[in-house]
């Protein structure tokens, strides 16, 4: 079955600096992949995604994510963060040509630091 | 509607006692998804639809807990004599097929 990996369960970062969140999923020939925030108290959004064609996607946010089919990554950076990146972000892939669902990890908690 | 509306956004019920949570999806989403959400413990999955069939009901915790859906639109979460255990933030989403989900702003269900 397909899985998703996120390593990191909290990252503290200093404000201004850059970050880098880890994603691997568990290989498939075709995968759309997928970040959400979930900011303090708010509902999950769609922050980015990937569905075909460039394998670098941005969101208007200043975050990015590169799709790295011979790694099976789906890392998100940026790379100089704001307090107001304070949440959690939850990497998400479905897997075409199977069941379609969407399958989510267990989330990455990120701090910002002053 | 709009977006992903669930209810109630609040529940706190008794130890023992059913609660039936209810979604309505985005209309013509023909994929939901129910998940729960713990503190510290994520986002797990429970129980997926495609139209009013359930082919992924693998994440559903006991036999305590069943869902349904008609009509292929609103879907209920049943959990009958809840225990402790079950208190968590309860969301559900929906999605055309393999694009993106919609998430609803969830249920967050007590059990004193």
């Known amino acids: 079955a397909q899985s998703v990996t996120q390593l990191d369960s909290q990252v503290p970062v200093f404000e201004e600096a850059p970050v880098e969140l880890r994603c691997n999923y568990s290989?498939?020939?075709?995968?759309?992949l997928f970040w959400y925030v979930q900011y303090p108290n708010q509902g999950l959004q769609l922050l980015l995604k990937?569905?075909?064609?460039?394998?670098l996607v941005e969101s208007i946010n200043g975050f990015e994510a590169e799709f790295n089919k011979s790694q099976t990554s789906f890392h998100l950076r940026k790379p100089s963060v704001h307090i107001s990146d304070t949440a959690e972000y939850f990497c998400a892939v479905s897997d075409l040509g199977r069941d379609d669902k969407i399958i989510f990890g267990k989330g990455t908690r990120l701090h910002i630091l002053p | 509607g709009a977006g992903v509306s669930q209810s109630p956004s609040n529940k706190v019920t008794e130890k023992g006692k059913d609660v039936e949570l209810r979604c309505d999806p985005i209309?013509?989403?023909?994929?939901l998804y129910w998940y729960r959400q713990s503190l510290g413990q994520g986002l797990e999955f429970l129980i997926y639809?495609?139209?009013?069939?359930?082919?992924?009901k693998s994440g559903l915790p006991s036999d305590r807990f069943s869902a349904e859906r008609t009509g292929g639109s609103v879907s209920t979460l049943t959990i009958q004599r809840t225990q402790q255990e079950d208190s968590a933030v309860y969301l559900c989403?929906?999605?055309?097929?393999?694009?993106?989900?919609?998430f609803g702003q969830g249920t967050r269900l007590t059990v004193v």
């Open positions: 989403a929906s999605s055309l097929g393999v694009g993106e989900a919609f």
């Open positions: 209309s013509g989403h023909t994929a």
């Open positions: 639809f495609q139209g009013n069939s359930a082919p992924d």
């Open positions: 990937y569905l075909s064609g460039s394998t």
């Open positions: 290989s498939s020939v075709s995968v759309y």
